[in-house]
């Protein structure tokens, strides 16, 4: 009887030793996270243009004129896909599936000066420039988010989208789309933090899938 009380003593101690080293790494990991976690992640995309703006990508296509603009102007205003990155080439069948995406618009439709082009076949052509950044940036308490309990995420930016119809070398059609400003957010909470991952693996696993 004394040698088992004296076991389950040691016992005890062991567990109690081995569960004050576990909380005392826990701690330790807290602290090494608070100290050298001081920031978060952050990311940015970028597609490479001359404009590191939306008003200066606007202004620029705002400088195109119609029917009098040519490709050689174009490479100055920065739409040039030999000189500026990014800038993509359409041919005419591809200008034809931009401005008719199913079988409700017809060339009917189209702006006479559209027809006009696609009438001209290979001498009719578009380029298509989509300069822009977005930066996503992870902001929050950071031991909440290396834990996944909770993760907040900014992103912020502008892009600017511009399909100028050229006809014989000159520009007869163009229009603009974009965002001259964004600032979005996104909010994750995970309530079992790092364990969710491992208990959904588990659950999958359990049922065969």
């Known amino acids: 009887m004394k040698y088992i009380g004296e076991t389950l003593v ?15 790494l826990i701690s330790i990991l807290t602290l090494i996270l608070v100290a050298c976690g001081s920031s978060l992640p952050k990311g940015e995309s970028k597609t490479r243009s001359q404009w590191n703006s939306f008003d200066e990508a606007k202004a620029s296509f705002d400088n195109i004129i119609l029917h009098e603009t040519t490709t050689s102007d174009l490479q100055a205003l920065g739409f040039d896909p030999y000189s500026t990155p990014n800038v993509r080439i359409l041919s005419y069948l591809d200008i034809l599936q931009k401005f008719s995406p199913n079988n409700s618009v017809t ?9 006009s082009c696609l009438a001209s076949r290979e001498a009719c052509l578009a380029y298509e420039a989509t300069p822009g950044v977005n930066t996503s940036k ?40 974009g965002v001259p400003f964004i600032d979005e957010g996104q909010i994750h909470k995970n309530p079992l933090g790092p364990l969710q991952d491992s208990v959904g693996s588990t659950m999958t696993g359990a049922v065969g899938i």
Request: net charge positive; with cysteine; proline share 5%.
């Open 10 to 24: 040691s016992c005890g101690l062991k567990k109690f030793v081995f569960c004050g080293l576990s909380w005392g």
């Open 107 to 115: 060339p009917e439709d189209f702006p006479p000066s559209v027809r």
């Open 138 to 177: 992870r902001v929050g308490n950071v031991v909440l988010d290396l834990l996944k309990f909770k993760r907040e995420r900014i992103q912020t930016g502008w892009n600017f989208k511009a399909l100028i119809v050229i006809d014989h070398n000159v520009v007869v059609y163009k229009i603009w789309s």
